[in-house]
């Protein structure tokens, strides 16, 4: 599909530049969701926590026979709470969606039962929640996902390619690392790397929790030594889950592999000043060879940020453009046109 551009997004004023628009959302939006929380048993003797929230009433397509569900996927070290996911159900359920925001194992306030943690390319376990959702009656789903979330969802979709749930109707991707090795480099350099210490101290805290639960298994010995996500991914996150050093894990399951096999209407929206996503993250080039994705790069908007207007707690521009492509009933499920949404 071409590439949609010029993107209709508009950061507000003050906000002028990737950092602010993706730390200020990050540490001072409140949105409040109703949850509801469901623990399912994963067939390797684990566990997921699943937050559902219910269409408002009276908000159109509730009444609907086959109503319809989104299933939220969060990023790196982030749960249903963060305000990315909150703000969008708030907006989905207004609008007659119900929402099913999964936690990732070991991110749902309580450690799962595994040395395994979760990880960029573990399609397995969103498969897992899509049949769950099914078996509950729903048999139209969209997906959305965010950073490590949407990676996962854009190589869920393309590496089942025809195999597909014909369930899942639609997927859209916000701040995708979709290039893995390249996007860990990027977060190495300059200010970005003041978001890596961030995470290394939470990724820190889950080692010695884990430590103690499987100490022949794990170690936090000279972790003080993990400088870059690769050092982790080397340490942990590939010989835990079956692969053997960063780069093979990094290889594997990075997205941009995936997309020519995508077979439904799906969005990647990439800001082109997000400070953790590298230039790969950003394919031009392949835009027009993709039949069923769509590429928006605007050239503001951070990482899982894009706020909209004076008001840091109301709806955002990613919002309002999640909920016109999946509204979109053209064969191609493209959005309206998207300088209808002014991001204000």
Not at 171 to 178: E, K, M, R, T, V
Request: aromatic fraction near 10%.
């Amino acid at each position: 599909m071409p590439l949609i551009a010029p993107s209709s997004y508009r950061p507000p004023a003050r906000l002028w530049n990737g950092h602010l628009q993706t730390i200020v959302p990050s540490l001072f939006r409140k949105v409040a969701v109703s949850y509801v929380r469901e623990r399912i048993q994963t067939p390797d003797h684990d566990f997921l926590d699943l937050d559902w929230a219910e269409a408002d009433e009276g908000s159109g397509l509730r009444a609907e026979t086959m109503r319809q569900l989104v299933i939220l996927s969060h990023g790196l070290e982030g749960d249903s709470t963060r305000q990315y996911i909150t703000g969008m159900v708030r907006h989905l359920t207004q609008n007659g969606f119900d929402c099913l925001a999964w936690n990732f194992r070991s991110c749902s306030g309580e450690m799962n039962r595994l040395p395994r943690f979760y990880h960029s390319g573990a399609t397995e376990d969103l498969d897992f929640v899509v049949r769950h959702a099914m078996q509950k009656g729903y048999s139209r789903i969209s997906l959305i996902g965010y950073s490590l979330g949407g990676n996962l969802t854009l190589k869920y979709v393309g590496e089942r390619g025809p195999a597909l749930h014909m369930a899942v109707e639609k997927a859209i991707a916000f701040s995708a690392p979709i290039d893995l090795a390249a996007s860990c480099e990027m977060i190495n350099r300059g200010f970005s790397r003041i978001y890596l210490r961030r995470f290394l101290r939470h990724l820190k805290e889950k080692v010695l929790e884990k430590e103690k639960l499987f100490p022949t298994e794990i170690s936090s010995k000279h972790y003080r030594r993990i400088r870059t996500f690769a050092d982790f991914d080397d340490r942990y996150t590939a010989p835990l889950h079956g692969f053997r050093d960063a780069r093979e894990y990094y290889a594997r399951n990075s997205a941009i592999q995936f997309l020519r096999s995508i077979q439904i209407p799906t969005l990647l929206i990439n800001a082109k000043n997000d400070p953790m996503l590298a230039p790969e993250c950003f394919p031009e080039a392949i835009a027009r060879e993709l039949p069923n994705v769509f590429m928006e790069f605007p050239e503001q908007g951070g990482h899982c940020g894009f706020p909209s207007g004076s008001d840091i707690q109301g709806t955002y521009w990613s919002e309002q453009r999640a909920l016109a492509f999946l509204r979109d009933n053209s064969d191609y499920g493209c959005a309206t046109n998207p300088a209808s949404l002014t991001g204000s």
